[in-house]
């Protein structure tokens, strides 16, 4: 007779693979593993592949619970982000999470949607969860959060900002400074007649108000300060780059020149001035910021500013990793931003000269 297969009673668990069997299984001490897991830098290619080989034939998995209980850490990190669906901030979540991983860290993701409550609530959540550090974005928190950031006692660092605020270090650009150097590119090309929309309505959105006032305060330097209606304040949208144009516009239909604080809002105007049958850059030149993806790839290419996203992801990952190490950390870390001339500006028709244009320039 066929034997019969054996079957494991119902609700029993086979025995977790420890780190004494793949030490066992490769003919290595415990130790050696456990160096292969954590500092893999350090042992010789040949006996991690060998000691990797057996950790995958057994199926083993490290126990996280187990390590938090030993060291006093879960090693997580969370990340509260206005919103994922920006590219801007997706590029940095994915580079912050990268590193992390190569540490052995697990990233925990929230987005605030621009609401400060929200972003204490979210804050609230992952410092329960026993986090050891934490990433925000800007320098704009309430109280109430920043209290609880020094309750938790955790390691914090915020994002594409350049000074750091409240205590808090940062790492990002000065967006006050290249939206000034945008500005006066722009005055350099012969532009006299200025708006600009804002992405202001949210109280948290420290970064497009610094790049507002970089505006605002090269044109006063310059003799040519902005009335209020000059400003248009709008929600981060295309539709709101589209309808902040034509309000700017009926406003001041002289207008020659129009700076956005974020490449969204850009794009929604360039569409909206199309539609106006105003062209770009020939009747209107039109600037933006963050340099996504899209903005290359408009018709016209659209000039902006560039923000290195991926290298804040990867700052703020290893600034935390020290952080929580107990290894010196530096207070605050100024990125370079680039202004990328592209086609969407050019020098106004009554003053029109060659312009530079595909050009890039570091800050």
């Not at 948290?204 to 009335?227: V, Y």
């Not at 935390?320 to 050019?346: E, F, H, K, Q």
Request: glycine fraction near 8%; hydrophobic fraction near 40%.
């Amino acid at each position: 007779m066929d034997k019969k297969p054996v079957i494991a009673p119902k609700g029993r668990q086979q025995p977790r693979v420890k780190i004494e069997d793949v030490a066992r299984k490769a003919n290595v001490s415990p130790a050696t593993v456990s160096r292969v897991l954590n500092h893999p830098d350090i042992v010789r290619p040949e006996l991690r592949d060998k000691v990797m080989r057996h950790i995958n034939d057994l199926a083993y998995t490290r126990d996280s619970a187990a390590r938090a209980l030993k060291s006093g850490r879960m090693r997580t990190v969370g990340v509260i982000v206005p919103t994922l669906a920006l590219g801007i901030f997706a590029e940095g979540v994915e580079a912050l999470q990268n590193r992390l991983s190569e540490s052995g860290y697990t990233l925990f993701i929230a987005n605030s949607q621009y609401d400060q409550r929200r972003e204490f609530q979210e804050l609230q959540s992952l410092i329960e969860r026993g986090i050891d550090g934490i990433v925000l974005v800007g320098a704009s928190h309430g109280r109430e959060l920043r209290s609880l950031i020094e309750q938790a006692g955790v390691p914090v660092i915020t994002t594409y900002v350049a000074k750091a605020a409240g205590g808090i270090p940062a790492i990002g650009i000065d967006n006050e400074s290249a939206t000034r150097e945008m500005t006066e590119y722009l005055l350099r090309l012969g532009h006299a007649h200025f708006g600009a929309i804002a992405n202001v309505v949210a109280a948290s959105n420290d970064r497009s108000r610094a790049r507002l006032e970089g505006i605002q305060r090269a044109l006063s330097d310059a003799g040519l300060p902005l009335k209020p209606t000059q400003i248009v304040k709008a929600d981060y949208s295309l539709a709101q780059g589209r309808s902040a144009l034509r309000q700017l516009l009926t406003d001041h239909p002289d207008t020659t020149a129009v700076i956005c604080t974020t490449d969204t809002l850009a794009i929604g105007a360039m569409a909206e001035a199309r539609k106006m049958g105003l062209a770009v850059p020939a009747t209107l030149s039109i600037t933006g910021f963050d340099d996504v993806e899209l903005a290359a790839q408009m018709d016209p290419p659209l000039t902006t500013v560039s923000v290195p996203a991926a290298e804040i992801g990867r700052g703020a990952a290893d600034y935390l990793i020290n952080a929580i190490a107990g290894s010196p950390v530096p207070r605050s870390v100024v990125l370079p931003y680039r202004l990328v001339m592209r086609s969407s500006s050019a020098p106004p028709r009554s003053s029109f000269r060659p312009a530079r244009r595909g050009r890039s320039r570091d800050h």
